[in-house]
C-alpha cells in the first residue's frame, strides 16, 4: 500500500516532494514571497546600508542602543548580535542594525537552503549585493554568525540554542524516585509481613449454603420448640498455598466461601497509601499536561521537563505506569481493602469477605460463529483457570445479643459454636394445619429476641448511594478508564478541544446513567422498606409493636385496610387479600383459617394458599370465626378476631425473594454481548496495525507513539459500548409511550429474536371473565336434552349447591373471589348473610324468595392437583347436609358414583368445549340430618365418596376484540404462537381455532391420559375418534411443507411426554397445552426454550414462573409483581405482543446501526490518520472537532431515531456482529471509502496546477500538529473523508424491514442534509470566511487577492505554505465534488442493493441451498 502511495504520489523512486511535475518533468523551483529578513549585526552604526539607517538622533533623554533603537538607558537593552554570549566572550563587539520592516520575494526557493537564500536576497534589496548577482550559498553579502567573526557585518542568524536538558537529578526528580523507592519497599514489607501473619488462614476458611436446609431424619418441631433450619454445615475446603481463591469449578452455584479479616493499624496506613497513590498518578499526569502548555511556572512552555522530547518521554512513561496501577485498582477493587487487613479465623474476624460464583445465563446461545466459539472457550477456559467468575463482597460482621453475624444479600448469616462457621438460619413451626394451630399462644419476648438474633429484624433495608458516590461508582470501571487513559494523550497532544467535547459526552452520559439507575434504586427502596405497626401477642399479652420486630411463631392481629408484612397463615377469622402486589391478579383472594386437622401444609403448594397470607399484600376485609373470645369481640374488646401466625420474614416470604431477585438478577448475556467481545479484539488488532504503520511513517520518535495512540483510540471509539445500548434505550422509551414498560433492557434485543409465542388463554387471549351460557342437569345417569339458563328453576339441592359451592366473599356489597365462582353465585341470585357467630356455621346463604337458608359448614378450597373444590352444606329447612364437589368435569366424572354417570358424558361435554364453552361438574350427595359435629371430623375423602353427578355447569370465554388481529400479525411476523392454559383441551382448542392459532382446515389430534404414568390416548378433537399412530398423520404435508396436523395434549400427556423423551420430536406440532399447572407452564417455557428463543404472555397470575423463565416474559398487569417479568403492560391486550416484537426488532436493527456507524467511523478515521501521516500532513484542526463532535456525536443520535415499521417483518434482524450480513455492510463500505478516497488523491496528482506544489514538511516540527493542514493534500484528504464520515449515517440509516422508510427519521434527514450542505459549500465556495474556518480553500488575504478573488480580509492566521494558500482552481473543486457524490450514491446503492437488496438476498438463499440452511424451521 505504501509503495502504492509512493508511486501515485511522485512517480518517481525518490518519493521527494516537489520533484516531477504531471509530466515526469524535474519541478522547477518557485519563488516565495513575504519572507522576512534577519538582523544584520555591524561593527559600527555607519556599516548599515541605507534601508537599515538607526535614527539619526534620539531625543533628548535617550541614547542610541546596540540593538538600533533607541532607549532612556542602554544597560538592560539585550544586543541580539551576542546571542546570547557575554560579550568578552566573542571575538569582536558588533551592533544590530535596525529590524527590517518589509519583506522580500526569494526566486527559486529551495527550503534545503532557505535560510542563505532569504539572506542573499536580503542582501540583494539593502545594495549589499548586486540585483544582478546570482544566489551563491557561500557568499549571502555578509558573513556568517560565529562568536569569533571580526568582518564588518555579519548575519544575526544565532545558532538555534540548545535546548535545556533535564539531567534527572533535580530535586522533583530525586522527590519522585524516593517516593516510587519507598512505596515499593513498603508493599513488599507489607506483603512479608502479611504473609507471616496469614501463613494458615487457607485452613480457616469456610463454605456454607444460601439456602437453609433441614438435616436428614429430624422431623419439624412444633409450638416453642420450632425447628431451625440452618445452611449446609461448614466444611474444610483445601486451598493454594498464599490463600488463593478455588477455582470456580471447586465452588459450586449457591455455595459461599467465607473468609474472616481483622483490621491492622499498619494495613489502614498502607490502604490510605494506596488511596494517595491512584490519585497521586492522576495529579501527575496532569502537572505534565501542565506543563506542556506551560502553566506550571510563569507561562513557560516545558518549563519543569526542561523541552519537547524530555516532556513527551517523562508523559509515555508516566502514562503507561498509572495505566497498569489503575487496572490493577480497577480489578481488584472489591478485594482491595482486605488486601490491607489479615486474615483470621472466622469467630475474630472484623469483617467476614463473602465469594461467589456469578453464573451467566447467555441468551439465545447456539447463534455462535467458529470465532465467536473460539474466543468463548478461550474466555472460558480462563475465567475458570483464574476465577474470573468468583464475586467478592466485603461485610461487616456485627453482634445481636450473643450471636456474631454478617448480612450478605439482605440475609442474616449467624456464627455457628459448634461449626465456627456462619449459616443462615430459618424456622419451620409445622406442617399441618393442627401443628399450626398448636402455635396460637404466641412468643415470649425471649424467643422472639432469639429468633430475630439468627434471621434478622423483619425489615429489608436497601442501600441507595448519594449521586456524588454513584458517579465513582460508575466511573471506576475498565471502560471508563480506557475513556480517561485516551483524553490524557489528547489532553496532551494539544487536541484539548475536543477532548473537553468527548469527556463532556461521556460524564453526560454516565450521569444520565447513574441517575436512571439511583431512581430505580429509590423505587425498590420504597417498594422494600414497608414497616407500620401491629397488634402482636407477646408473653401472652397483646402488645402494639412495630412490624421489624416480628419473628417467626408470633401471631399478629390483623384488621382491615393493614398491609401484612409477613407470610403467615390464618389461625382464626377470614382475610379478604388483595394480591395483586405478588401476582398481577386485580381480583381479592379471600383467606381461610386452618382446619383442626392433620392436613399437610405447605405454603408453596396450591392447597395451602387458601389458608395463607403473604408479605406485601393488602387486607381489605377481616371477618370473625368460632375461635374468637366471645362473639363480636373486637381489637378493643380482648381477644382479636382475626390473627395470623407468622411463619416467614425479610427475605424469607415471596416478597423477600421478590426484592432480592430485583436487587441481585441473574447476570444474563446476549448473544451479541458476546461477539461484541470478539469485535473489539478484531478492532484492536485492526488499531494496533493502524499504531505500527503510524510510528513507522511518522518516523520512529516519541511523536510518533502519539500520533498512533490518536489512530488506536479512534479505531477503538470510546463511544463504542454505549452506541449498542442507545436501540435499547429509544426502543424501552417508545414502548413506555404505548404503556409497556421495562424493566431490562438487554431483553428488549432478545424480544427482537423471539420465534415461539406462548400465551395464556383467560385473561390473556379471551376476557377477563367468563360469561354464564347455562346448566345441564344429570339424573339417574341420564343427561338432559337442553341446558338451562336460569338458575332459579332448577331443583333445590342444586340451587343450593350452586349457590353454596364456591369461595365468594361479600366486601360491602361487593362479590369477592375467582371470576367464575363470582359469575356463578350471581346467576343464582342468593345472598350471604352477616355472621351469626354459629361454631359450625363458614357461611349462611339465603334465597332470592327469603324461603330458603342454607349454612356452610364444611369448605376445602380449589387445589390444582385435585382440579376441584367441595362444601357441606345444611339445609336450614329440613337439616339435611348436603356434599357438593365441583370441578373440572375430568375430574367430577372420575369422583362421582359410576352408575350415575351417563354413558355419552364425556362426549357431551367435549362437544360443549368443543363449542368454547368452559366447562365445569356438580357432583352431590345427601348425608340426611347428620350431626354436624360429625361432619366436622370427616375427612375430605370420606365426604366426596359415594356423590352423584347432578349436573354440567356451562360458561363462554370470548375472546378480546384484537385478538384474532395480534395472533395474525404474529403469524405474518414468522413467529410460532403457542397456547398454555388451565382449562381443558376441547376449550383451548376451540379459542385457538376461533383465533385463528391453529390454521383453517387443520385436523387437531388430541392427546390425554389419567395420570402421568398411564399411556397417552391420541383422539381426533373434532370426531372424538381414536388414534392409534400419530406420525402417518404428522406425516402429510401442506403446501408449507409442514404437517396438516395440529396436537394438542393435556397435562398428564406432557408430563408423560417429558418423562419418555418424546416431547422434543413433537414439541414443534404440539399447539395447544392444556391443564397445565404453573409448574407445567414452567417446564414446557423450557423446552420450547431449547429450541427458539421464547416468549410468554400471561397476566401475571399461576404464569409468573413461566413468565420469569422464558427468554421473554410479558406480563399484561400494571401490579408490582409485574417487576418479576422482564416486560408489563397496563394495556390487557396481547397487542402488546406485537408492540413489543415491533419495538425489540427495531431497537436491535437500529443498535446494529449505531454499531456499524461507529466502526465504519473508525475504519474511515484509520485510513484517514494513514493517508495523511503517510503524506506527512494532518488535516485542520477545525475538521477534527467537526467529524469527533458534530458528526460522530449528533449524526450517531439521529440514527438512532429511526422510525418503527408498521407492520411485524417476516424475519427477523441479525444478532451477529461477526454475521457475514454485518461483516459485508461493514468492510463493503470500507473499501468503497478507501477506493474514493486513493482515486481522489490520483486525481489531486494527475493536476499540473498541484504537482512542484506539494506540501513539503522538511522543515515543520511534526509535533506542532496543527500547522501540517494548510496544503492541498490535507485539504482533499478532509473534503472527502468528511463526505464518508457523514454519509455513514444515511448509509445506516436504511430500515430494511424492521424501521420506516430512510426519509421518515425527520431529525438525521435534516442533520444528514445540513451537515452535506456545510461541507458542499465549504467545498465549491470561493476564499471566504466561513471556509476558512476549516482551513479550506482559503489563504493569506494578499495571496488570494493576487489569485484573483476579490476577498475582504480573511481574518486568518498566516499560512504554513510557501505558495501562502490551498485554493483549489473551481474546475477542480467541482470535479472534486462530484466525485464524492459518485463516493455518496455508490455507498447507497452497495447498502440498499447488495447488502439489503435483491443481490444479498440471492446470494444468502444460493448459499442456503449449497451448504444447507441451519435454521429450524417452524410451522406458524
Known amino acids: 500500500m505504501i509503495n502504492l502511495l509512493c508511486g501515485l504520489k511522485y512517480s518517481a523512486p525518490t518519493c521527494v516532494a516537489n520533484s516531477v511535475d504531471a509530466a515526469g518533468n524535474t519541478c522547477p523551483l518557485v519563488d ?39 532607549h532612556r538607558s542602554c544597560d538592560a537593552v539585550e544586543n541580539p548580535c551576542l546571542c546570547g554570549l557575554a560579550a568578552a566572550d566573542v571575538g569582536a563587539t558588533y551592533k544590530s542594525c535596525p529590524v527590517y520592516a518589509g519583506t522580500v520575494t526569494v526566486q527559486h526557493y529551495d527550503p534545503s537552503v532557505k535560510q542563505e537564500q532569504i539572506e542573499f536576497a536580503c542582501a540583494q534589496e539593502w545594495g549589499l549585493v548586486s540585483s544582478n548577482a546570482t544566489f551563491d550559498r557561500s557568499d549571502t553579502g555578509a558573513a556568517v554568525w560565529a562568536a569569533n567573526e571580526t568582518a564588518s557585518a555579519m548575519w544575526g542568524d544565532c545558532p538555534l540554542a540548545q535546548d535545556p536538558e533535564l539531567t534527572f537529578t533535580e530535586s522533583f526528580c530525586l522527590a519522585f524516585y524516593g517516593i516510587i523507592g519507598a512505596e515499593v519497599v513498603l508493599y513488599l514489607l507489607w506483603h512479608v ?140 477493587k472489591r478485594r482491595l481493602r482486605n488486601y490491607f487487613r489479615i486474615e483470621c479465623a472466622l469467630p475474630m474476624a472484623n469483617v467476614v469477605q463473602v465469594e461467589e460464583r456469578e453464573d451467566e445465563v447467555i441468551m439465545t446461545q447456539g447463534n455462535q460463529n467458529r470465532l465467536t466459539e473460539l474466543v468463548s472457550s478461550v474466555r472460558d477456559a480462563a475465567v475458570r483457570r483464574f476465577g474470573l467468575d468468583i464475586v467478592a463482597e466485603s461485610c461487616a460482621a456485627r453482634l445481636a445479643g450473643r450471636h456474631r453475624y454478617f448480612e450478605y444479600r439482605c440475609t442474616r448469616y449467624v456464627l455457628s459454636d459448634k461449626t465456627g462457621s456462619f449459616e443462615c438460619h430459618s424456622f419451620v413451626l409445622g406442617d399441618t394445619h393442627r401443628s399450626l394451630l398448636e402455635c396460637r399462644d404466641g412468643l415470649s419476648t425471649a424467643e422472639a429476641q432469639e429468633r430475630q438474633a439468627q434471621i434478622g429484624e423483619n425489615f429489608i433495608g436497601v442501600f441507595v448511594p448519594s449521586f456524588p458516590v454513584g458517579l465513582m461508582q460508575e466511573l471506576f470501571s475498565f471502560f471508563y478508564l480506557y475513556q480517561l487513559m485516551t483524553m490524557w494523550v489528547w489532553f496532551y497532544f494539544n487536541y484539548y478541544k475536543m477532548a473537553l467535547v468527548q469527556m463532556g459526552v461521556i460524564l453526560i452520559s454516565a450521569n444520565i446513567k447513574v441517575f436512571i439507575r439511583l431512581r430505580s434504586e429509590r423505587r425498590i427502596k420504597g417498594l422494600a422498606e414497608r414497616r407500620n405497626r401491629c397488634r402482636v401477642r407477646r408473653d401472652g399479652a397483646w402488645v402494639e409493636l412495630d412490624t421489624a420486630e416480628l419473628a417467626p411463631g408470633d401471631v399478629v392481629a390483623v384488621e382491615a385496610g393493614m398491609e401484612v408484612m409477613c407470610d403467615g397463615c390464618v389461625l382464626q377469622g377470614e382475610v379478604v387479600a388483595d394480591e395483586s402486589s405478588l401476582t398481577g391478579e386485580a381480583m381479592p383472594v379471600r383467606k381461610l383459617p386452618l382446619k383442626r386437622d392433620d392436613i399437610a401444609y405447605d405454603p408453596q403448594s396450591s392447597s395451602s394458599k387458601a389458608y395463607s397470607v403473604y408479605s406485601g399484600t393488602r387486607v381489605l376485609q377481616c371477618t370473625g370465626s368460632a375461635y374468637a373470645g366471645a362473639a363480636g369481640a373486637g381489637i378493643e374488646g380482648g381477644e382479636p378476631q382475626t390473627q395470623v401466625l407468622v411463619l416467614r420474614t425479610r427475605t424469607g416470604t415471596d416478597k423477600g425473594k421478590l426484592i432480592q431477585r430485583i436487587l441481585f438478577p441473574t447476570r444474563y448475556s446476549f448473544v451479541l454481548d458476546e461477539q461484541l467481545r470478539v469485535a473489539i479484539l478484531i478492532l484492536l488488532a485492526y488499531g494496533g496495525v493502524g499504531f505500527s504503520l503510524s510510528i513507522w511513517l511518522m518516523g520512529h520518535d516519541l511523536t510518533s507513539w502519539l500520533y498512533g495512540t490518536f489512530v488506536l483510540s479512534q479505531t477503538l471509539p470510546p463511544l463504542l459500548p454505549a452506541a449498542l445500548v442507545i436501540g435499547q434505550s429509544v426502543a424501552a422509551d417508545r414502548l413506555r409511550r404505548q404503556h409497556i414498560y421495562c424493566v431490562d433492557l438487554p431483553r428488549i434485543l432478545c424480544a427482537a429474536k423471539v420465534r415461539v409465542f406462548l400465551f395464556d388463554k383467560t385473561g390473556t387471549l379471551t376476557k377477563e371473565g367468563l360469561e354464564y351460557y347455562g346448566v345441564q342437569q344429570i339424573a339417574a345417569g341420564q343427561i338432559a336434552g337442553e341446558q338451562q339458563q336460569d338458575m332459579q328453576q332448577l331443583p333445590a339441592h342444586l340451587q343450593i349447591g350452586f349457590a353454596a359451592c364456591h369461595a365468594v366473599a361479600d366486601l360491602d356489597g361487593q362479590l369477592i373471589g375467582n371470576p367464575v365462582d363470582v359469575e356463578q353465585f350471581r346467576q343464582t341470585g342468593w345472598r350471604i348473610q352477616a355472621r351469626r357467630g354459629d361454631a359450625h356455621s363458614l357461611d349462611t346463604l339465603t334465597s332470592p324468595d327469603g324461603r330458603t337458608t342454607a349454612h356452610v359448614v364444611r369448605r376445602f378450597e380449589f387445589e390444582h392437583a385435585r382440579q376441584s373444590m367441595a362444601v357441606a352444606v345444611q339445609d336450614a329447612g329440613t337439616g339435611h347436609v348436603h356434599v357438593f364437589v365441583k370441578g373440572s368435569f375430568e375430574r367430577i366424572g372420575q369422583l362421582a358414583r359410576g352408575g350415575s354417570v351417563p354413558a355419552d358424558y364425556d362426549a357431551t361435554a367435549a362437544a360443549w368445549a368443543r363449542r368454547g364453552c368452559y366447562v365445569l361438574a356438580l357432583a352431590h350427595r345427601d348425608l340426611g340430618a347428620a350431626d354436624l359435629g360429625d361432619v366436622g371430623r370427616m375427612t375430605r375423602a370420606q365426604l366426596e365418596a359415594g356423590c352423584d353427578l ?22 405474518r411476523g414468522d413467529t410460532r404462537t403457542v397456547m398454555v392454559t388451565g382449562d381443558t383441551a376441547m376449550t383451548a382448542v376451540y379459542v385457538a381455532r376461533e383465533c385463528g392459532m391453529v390454521p383453517e382446515n387443520s385436523r387437531v389430534l388430541l392427546g390425554e391420559s389419567k395420570t402421568p404414568a398411564d399411556e397417552i390416548q391420541w383422539t381426533d378433537a373434532d370426531t372424538r375418534e381414536p388414534v392409534g399412530d ?16 395440529e396436537l394438542a395434549v393435556g397435562g398428564a400427556a406432557f408430563e408423560r411426554l417429558c418423562a419418555t423423551g418424546e416431547i422434543g420430536a413433537l414439541l414443534p406440532s404440539i399447539r395447544v397445552f392444556a391443564r397445565m399447572t404453573p409448574g407445567g407452564k414452567v417446564e414446557c417455557a423450557k423446552w420450547h426454550m431449547r429450541y427458539a428463543v421464547t416468549a410468554m404472555c400471561g397476566d401475571g397470575g399461576n404464569d409468573t414462573g413461566a413468565l420469569r423463565a422464558a427468554h421473554v416474559g410479558l406480563a399484561l398487569s400494571d401490579a408490582e409483581a409485574s417487576i418479576v417479568s422482564p416486560f408489563s403492560s397496563s394495556r390487557r391486550s396481547i397487542g402488546a405482543c406485537v408492540a413489543l416484537l415491533r419495538e425489540g426488532r427495531s431497537g436491535l436493527a437500529t443498535s446494529f446501526s449505531a454499531f456499524k456507524f461507529l466502526v465504519n467511523y473508525a475504519t474511515t478515521m484509520s485510513m484517514l490518520e494513514i493517508v495523511q501521516f503517510y503524506f506527512s500532513v494532518i488535516v485542520p484542526q477545525a475538521v477534527w472537532i467537526m467529524v469527533d463532535s458534530i458528526i460522530s456525536v449528533g449524526l450517531l443520535l439521529a440514527v438512532t431515531q429511526a422510525r418503527t415499521a408498521r407492520r411485524l417483518a417476516a424475519s427477523r434482524p441479525t444478532a451477529r456482529l461477526l454475521g457475514a450480513h454485518t461483516l459485508a455492510s461493514i468492510w463493503g463500505q470500507t473499501a468503497i471509502n478507501y477506493a474514493f478516497l486513493y482515486g481522489a488523491m490520483a486525481l489531486l496528482f494527475a493536476q499540473g496546477w498541484f504537482r512542484c506544489h506539494e506540501f513539503d514538511s522538511r522543515d515543520i516540527d511534526t509535533s506542532l500538529w496543527w500547522l501540517l493542514g494548510d496544503n492541498y493534500e490535507a485539504e482533499v484528504i478532509s473534503i472527502v473523508c468528511l463526505f464518508q464520515f457523514i454519509n455513514a449515517a444515511g448509509v445506516y440509516n436504511y430500515g430494511y424491514r424492521y424501521r420506516r422508510a430512510w426519509a421518515t427519521n425527520y431529525l438525521l434527514v435534516l442533520v444528514y442534509a445540513a451537515c452535506l450542505a456545510v461541507v458542499s459549500a465549504v467545498t465549491l465556495a470561493d476564499p471566504n470566511r466561513f471556509g476558512c ?38 474546475r477542480f473543486r467541482w470535479t472534486l465534488w462530484g466525485l464524492c457524490v459518485a463516493n455518496i450514491a455508490v455507498c447507497l446503492a452497495y447498502e440498499k442493493l447488495v447488502v439489503l437488496g435483491p443481490v444479498g438476498r440471492r446470494v444468502k438463499a444460493w448459499w442456503a441451498a449449497r451448504h444447507g440452511d441451519r435454521k429450524l424451521r417452524l410451522k406458524l
Request: glycine content about 8%; proline content about 6%.
Open 1030 to 1045: 400419530i406420525q402417518p398423520c404428522l406425516a402429510e404435508l401442506g403446501s408449507d411443507g409442514f404437517p396438516t396436523t
Open 950 to 971: 347432578a349436573s354440567l355447569l356451562l360458561f363462554r370465554n370470548n375472546l378480546k376484540e384484537d385478538t384474532a388481529q395480534a395472533i395474525a400479525e404474529l403469524r
Open 32 to 70: 516565495r514571497s513575504g519572507l522576512s529578513c534577519p538582523v544584520l549585526c555591524v561593527r559600527d552604526f555607519s556599516n548599515c546600508p541605507d534601508a537599515l539607517q538607526p535614527p539619526s538622533k534620539c531625543a533628548a533623554d535617550e541614547q542610541l542602543c546596540d540593538d538600533g533603537a533607541c
Open 193 to 332: 509481613y502479611k504473609s507471616i501473619r496469614e501463613r494458615h488462614a487457607a485452613r480457616m476458611r469456610r463454605v456454607c449454603s444460601q439456602s437453609p436446609t433441614t438435616a436428614a431424619g429430624e422431623q419439624p418441631l412444633t409450638e416453642k420448640d420450632a425447628k431451625v433450619q440452618s445452611g449446609t454445615s461448614s466444611i474444610d475446603i483445601p486451598m493454594s498455598i498464599g490463600g488463593s481463591v478455588p477455582p470456580a469449578s471447586r465452588l459450586p452455584s449457591g455455595v459461599l466461601l467465607l473468609r474472616g479479616f481483622k483490621n491492622d493499624v499498619a494495613g489502614t496506613l498502607m490502604y490510605c497509601l494506596t488511596l494517595l497513590s491512584t490519585a497521586g498518578w492522576i495529579v501527575l499526569l496532569a502537572v505534565i499536561v501542565s506543563d506542556y502548555y506551560g502553566t506550571v511556572r510563569g507561562g513557560v512552555a516545558y518549563g519543569l521537563l526542561a523541552n519537547s522530547n524530555t516532556s513527551m518521554a517523562v508523559f509515555i512513561f508516566v502514562w503507561h505506569l498509572a495505566a497498569v496501577w489503575l487496572i490493577a485498582m480497577v480489578a481488584a
Open 1333 to 1370: 474556518l476549516f482551513r479550506i480553500n482559503c489563504g493569506n488575504t494578499p495571496t488570494v487577492r493576487a489569485l484573483g478573488y476579490g476577498a475582504a480580509s480573511l481574518d486568518v492566521s498566516d499560512y504554513n505554505s510557501p505558495i501562502g494558500h490551498n485554493v483549489l482552481p473551481r
